[in-house]
């Protein structure tokens, strides 16, 4: 096999596939990137049994053939080379990499041995501007459980209803919902539970406004986004039905800035901790919101911003860093907080209402 590239087009399509590797299988195939030079391009595959990832580059293909690599060491290898063509080309002892002047000579593995990538067949898909997808993930895959024990909070929700969108995690104490009005629709409805750190993955790819698929066979996900593929498993089980939770009636409302909200979040969290969280106390009649937390080997602290309030007066707590991940999702200037009692779970929900994020009281 011989074949040349530019360095930029390698080292992208490396740092994609790569994430599809594994360093802590017994498997050591399951470490290494397999190449395919055939006509005029290059097909990099990358599996860990679970996740699996292939992607085609145009190159000047000299001699077809495939090897596999290392993933990590070729990966950091192109990073260093200079942006000018790479010439890659296998021997009998492993592998040849030129740039300008510089070689790396590397032992390779056989390409017989690695595991095929999965065929499947879809039985639903649907596609949106990877724009709007990108932002919704990380507006909700954040909140996603690490609890493997529940399966199902591992994952981000997704669905569409004719031109509606939505997205939606939980970890059982926080809640997050991104929506939005796609310009398509479709027929009938799409759902389906996707792995968190796995979508996460693919909302950090270049962001563009070309589409993104998403498809669902009997038991995986197929993600495919300019010229990847990106095979999953999906989470079987019924996803907590969340519109529940946030359909209660509220008995106070307080409009308040989002930059200076997160300020006095930050700073008075300065003294406070898992056990000592932070209180939010609304005072309806002065329109005065005053965040404060007391550390009992530390001291206290407080601080008070003016918002709209509407209702009635009320004091709560949260947890200070499930509050500021909430607040960190709100691209409004501002934000509406619904409450509805000091045990009641507390509701953040940009003035846009495009987005919604429910956070379990603590007790105090």
Known sequence: MRFSINQAELRDALAVVSKGSSTRSTLSILAGVYLRAEDSELVLQATDLELSIRLAVPALVDEPGETVAPAKLLTDIVKTLPDQAVTVETTEAGMNVFCGSTTFALKTLNPTDFPSFPE????????????????????????????????????????????????????SYRLAVAS?????SIEGEFEAVVAGPFLSEIAALPSSSELITIALSENQVIVSYRGTTFINRRIEGTFPNYRQLIGGERT?????????????????????????????????????????????????????????????????????????????????????????????????????????????????
């Open 120 to 171: 499947t067949y879809a039985d639903k898909e649907a596609s949106f501007p990877f724009n709007t997808f990108s932002n919704m993930v990380k507006s909700v895959a954040k909140d996603v459980s690490k609890d493997e024990t529940r399966a199902i909070l591992t994952g981000v929700l997704i669905s569409q209803t004719g031109s509606e969108l939505k997205m939606v995690a939980t970890d």
């Open 180 to 184: 939005t009005t796609l310009e398509h």
């Open 252 to 364: 106070t409302r307080v409009e308040l800035d989002v930059q200076s909200f997160v300020a006095a979040v930050r700073r008075v969290s300065l003294l406070s901790n898992k056990v000592s969280p932070i209180q939010v106390s609304v005072d309806a009649e002065a329109g005065v919101v005053t965040c404060m937390t007391s550390s009992q080997d530390v001291g206290n602290a407080q601080e008070a911003l003016e918002g709209t309030v509407e209702g009635e007066t009320v004091s709560i707590a949260f947890n200070h860093q499930f509050l500021l991940d909430g607040l960190a999702s709100v691209k409004t200037d501002h934000v509406y907080v619904d409450l509805a009692g000091s045990m009641r779970p507390g509701i953040l929900r940009s003035t846009e209402e495009d987005f919604l994020y429910l956070i379990m009281p603590v007790r105090v």
